[in-house]
């Protein structure tokens, strides 16, 4: 990296930032599709509080 041009090591951290925003983004854009299941309480491991009603 000593002989590299300054200029090409700050290309390599600018792609490198690009493609993990990329990556970010297709992540977050795939789980905003997965429909979440409701919670499973069969462990009792959710308290039940009053505003719940139950």
Known sequence: MKKLPNFVKW???AVVLAAMAAMMVAVNDRASRVEMPM???SLGIYRQTPATGK
Do not use: A, E, H, V
Request: negative net charge; charged residues 15%; glycine residues 0%.
């Open 11 to 13: 290309l390599i951290i």
């Open 39 to 41: 919670p499973d309480n």
